[in-house]
């Protein structure tokens, strides 16, 4: 099984600030990242795909980058609405398997 | 507009069985991959099976393998989770979600069922 393991758990990041959270697989997973959003009491919302791919209606201030075994997820000027929990999640492999997520929360 | 409802979930002692279900409208259901996923309480999500479009393949993870059976009738648009054997580690929140272009990303999330497992 590939383990994902994030970085940081939480991340305190101020309104218009950017964030960077990183994403390790234990082994290569190519290209087939994804990267997820959770809102308290919400289930997940798929944001990107393919390392770098936004998925729709996904604004333009969230960026993947990476290949391999690192990963990074930014966001470029974090709004209100950003503040949530992010996880990664490899489907190169079966078991499709999740990070452990990261908190980005208020600073 | 896509959308995935389940239902099925409550409270159940261990060593008891469930069967979630979860309707999905919107799309042509017949030609997604879908998805089983799960989040402990105040936990991260974990992967739990995976079922083809024609359900000529499936996948479980380990901890759920020989336990819980995922199907789908296509013509009712509808998936299933059978989950048999339950334990107090199964107590979670179970999405229904639909694959993204057969490739294993996930881009369709129902609200989730909660099932708890508890004597």
């Known amino acids: 099984e590939i383990v994902m393991t994030q970085s940081p758990g939480t991340l305190s990041v101020s309104p218009g600030e950017r964030a960077t959270l990183s994403c390790r697989a234990s082994?290569?997973?190519?290209?087939?990242l994804a990267w997820y959003q959770q809102k308290p009491g919400q289930a997940p919302r798929l944001l990107i795909y393919g390392v770098s791919t936004r998925a729709t209606g996904i604004p333009d201030r969230f960026s993947g980058s990476g290949s391999g075994t690192e990963f990074t997820l930014t966001i470029s000027s974090l709004q209100s609405e950003d503040f949530a929990v992010y996880y990664c999640?490899?489907?190169?492999?079966?078991?499709?398997?999740f990070g452990q997520g990261t908190k980005v929360e208020i600073k | 507009e896509v959308q995935l409802v389940e239902s099925g979930g409550g409270l159940v002692q261990p060593g008891g069985s469930l069967r979630l279900s979860c309707a999905a409208s919107?799309?042509?259901?017949?030609?997604?991959?879908m998805h089983w996923v799960r989040q402990a309480p105040g936990k991260g999500l974990v992967w739990v099976s995976h079922?083809?479009?024609?359900?000529?393949?499936?996948y479980y993870a380990d901890s759920v393998k020989g336990r819980f059976t995922i199907s789908r009738e296509n013509a009712k648009n509808t998936l299933y989770l059978q989950m048999n054997s339950l334990r107090d580690e199964d107590t979670a929140v179970y999405y229904c979600?639909?694959?993204?272009?057969?490739?294993?990303?996930?881009?369709?999330w129902g609200q989730g069922t909660l099932v708890t497992v508890s004597s």
């Open positions: 999640q490899q489907y190169n492999n079966w078991p499709k398997t």
């Open positions: 979600v639909r694959d993204h272009g057969y490739t294993g990303s996930l881009d369709y």
């Open positions: 919107g799309f042509t259901f017949s030609t997604y991959w």
């Open positions: 079922i083809s479009s024609d359900d000529s393949n499936t």
């Open positions: 082994q290569s997973v190519s290209s087939n």
